[in-house]
């Protein structure tokens, strides 16, 4: 069963921010911070698409989200932004300038590499891999800690392998079109920029 912090956009957001507290917008505004005004984005796993409608939309870039999780997609459509319902494994990813997957690769292992091979054969200049280098679901908090463990089901089994700073940047190294790293806030996910 799909698990409950995917049932709807409103809810995934609220425990987001209980999950990120303080450094939720951070998390957004780094992101951003790398894409250009009136660059074309495309966002695989982009869950409730808000870095869009927060952060790229005002840079008027061509935006298109894909996710597997139909709430989420019918809802952001009501809303008037450009997502599609889509199979990161099995489906095409649209060439695009830049491509951008957020906290979601960990979900694929261990596909991750023909993860982000897929995704490099369709980015034209920058590919950017935002992933948890912070486990969270081991967090003190036990609020935190349930929400953290139970973020990580979107509808089939429980995802349980997480990468750390260490094993993320292993993983980045293999790859020639690897340029650099960014730190956000907070400290609890990585920015790899890949350039082709
Ligand atoms: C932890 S959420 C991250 C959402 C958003 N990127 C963010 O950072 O807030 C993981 C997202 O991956 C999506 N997802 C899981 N498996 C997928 C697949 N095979 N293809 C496309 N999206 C998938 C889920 O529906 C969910 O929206």
């Not at 349930?146 to 349980?160: L, Q």
Request: proline share 4%; hydrophobic share 40%.
């Amino acid at each position: 069963m799909t698990s409950p912090v995917y049932w709807h956009p409103a809810i995934y957001h609220r425990l987001m921010k209980i999950l990120y507290g303080n450094y939720f917008e951070a998390r957004y505004k780094s992101i951003a911070d790398l894409i250009p005004d009136y660059a074309t984005v495309t966002e695989v796993c982009a869950g409730d698409a808000y870095l869009f409608k927060n952060y790229l939309k005002i840079k008027n870039v061509k935006y298109t989200g894909l996710d597997i999780n139909s709430s989420f997609v019918k809802h952001g459509q009501k809303n008037n932004i450009q997502i599609f319902e889509f199979d990161l494994l099995k489906d095409e990813v649209p060439v695009s300038d830049y491509i951008i997957i957020q906290a979601s690769l960990y979900q694929f292992i261990p596909e991750h590499e023909f993860i982000v091979r897929k995704l490099l054969a369709s980015t034209k200049k920058t590919l950017l891999i935002v992933e948890p280098i912070r486990n969270l679901a081991l967090s003190s908090n036990r609020v935190v800690a349930f929400i953290a463990k139970y973020s990580a089901n979107p509808g089939e089994n429980h995802k349980i392998h997480r990468f750390n700073r260490e094993t993320l940047m292993a993983f980045f190294r293999q790859f020639e079109e690897f340029e650099s790293t960014k730190e956000i806030e907070g400290g609890r996910e990585l920015i790899g920029i890949f350039r082709k």
